[in-house]
Every structure is written in C-alpha cells, then in structure tokens.
C-alpha cells in the first residue's frame, strides 16, 4: 500500500496520559499535515511541514501538543497530559512536492478516546 | 481562506444524477475550488477541482459560474458506494501551507 498510513487506528488512554501517534506520507512528498476531527464537524487544521520544518501551527495546537518531522520522512503528533476534550479523531495528508495545484491525500486517522 | 456554504444534508436515488451545489461568493482570483468527500470512519479523499472552466473526471464533474460565486459537483450515475460527506473547499494556490479548511460538509445519502 502506497497511500498515507497512520498507527495506531485506534488509541484508548486516560486522562493525564501522554500520546504519540505516527503518520508515514507517500514517499517523495514533502509537504505533510495534521488535522483533527471531531464528531460530526469537519477536519480542522493543526500543523503543517515543509520537509523536516514546522512552517505553521494552528490556535488550536496548544502548548501540551507537539509535532516533529525527523529528517522530513515520518511525522509524530504527540499529546500530553491528555484531555477528555482531545478525543478525536486526528488525520494526517500529504501532498506531493513543487505542485501547487496538487490535492491532498489523507490517511485513515487514529481515533484518539480520552477515559 | 473564502468560506463556502453547502446545504446540510441532501438524498438521491441509486442510477440518478446527484448534484451538490456550493456558494462561495467571496472566492478570490488566485482560489480554486476543491471538492473532497470523507466515507464513514475512513480519512477525506480528493474528487476534483477547479478554477473557473468546468472540470471532468472519472469520478465527476465540477461545475463553476461564470462570476465564480457557486458551483455544482456531479455524480452521474450514484451508488450506494458514493454515500458520504461532500465537502465544498476554496483553496488559495500561493506559496504557504495551502491547509484545507473544511466547513461542515453536506451529507449525501444514496437510497437504493
């Protein structure tokens, strides 16, 4: 499979717990997103990468979230001292270098629930 | 990014054209007009786009007005497969992170 892949699917932690989830992008596209959706409303924007850089953040990313890009292959989306408020579900989307018309292909997310 | 106003929820039959209208009547000169659908628990997937000639792939057609002020995605012959949140998203193509941003969508059900 060649497409966006996110691990887990599915995470289940408790309040106060620390995350992390992984997105691997389509290989050779440098430009990779994080969203966050939650029930029933569209996905909202979080972070974006230019290769291994941080070029926006989004309000919504608030200091106990943190994102990194090692060597602009695979992402990491980390959570801290997680919120009941933090489920969700959290998307990653690449899209193919220098194009700028080019869409934005997703992964299948990982559904973040807070207990 | 222009904000778009999409109908909350719409049904069409199984065979029959299904048409989602979209207004986006602030869109500026260098925004494009991308059409995404999102099936239940799976991540948003691309359908087409366009700036202001009519559009057609193999999954649809994108229509635009002539003012760029609406648009109108096709799906010629729906399946129950096409069931899915359609989101209507005006997207600049300037240097920066180009995010989406999504509205609320429109339901599309197909009903057999």
């Known amino acids: 499979d060649t497409g966006v892949s996110q691990d887990p699917r599915h995470k289940i932690t408790k309040r106060g717990q620390n995350v992390t989830f992984r997105c691997d992008p389509i290989?050779?596209?440098?430009?990779l997103y994080w969203y966050r959706q939650t029930l029933g409303q569209g996905p909202e924007f979080l972070t974006y990468?230019?290769?291994?850089?941080?070029?926006?953040k989004s309000r919504l990313l608030s200091d106990r979230f943190s994102a990194e890009r090692p060597k602009g292959s695979f992402s990491t989306l980390e959570i801290q001292r997680t919120e009941q408020g933090d489920s969700a579900m959290y998307l990653c989307a690449s899209r193919h270098r220098g194009d700028l018309y080019s869409e934005a292909f997703f992964g299948q997310g990982t559904r973040l629930t807070v207990v | 990014d222009a904000k778009t106003t999409q109908p909350t929820s719409m049904d069409c039959a199984e065979g029959r054209a299904a048409n989602l209208p979209c207004n986006h009547s602030?869109?500026?000169?260098?925004?494009?007009v991308y059409w995404y659908r999102q099936i239940h628990s799976q991540g948003p997937q691309y359908i087409i786009h366009g700036l202001k000639n009519n559009e057609t792939n193999e999954m649809a057609s994108l229509i635009i007005t002539e003012d760029r002020k609406s648009s109108t995605l096709i799906l010629p012959h729906a399946t129950l497969r096409d069931t899915a949140v359609y989101y209507c998203i005006v997207r600049t193509i300037i240097q920066g992170a180009q995010k989406l941003v999504f509205g609320q969508g429109t339901r599309l059900t197909i009903n057999p």
């Open positions: 290989s050779e596209h440098n430009r």
């Open positions: 990468f230019q290769n291994e850089a941080q070029l926006e």
């Open positions: 602030t869109i500026s000169g260098n925004e494009y």
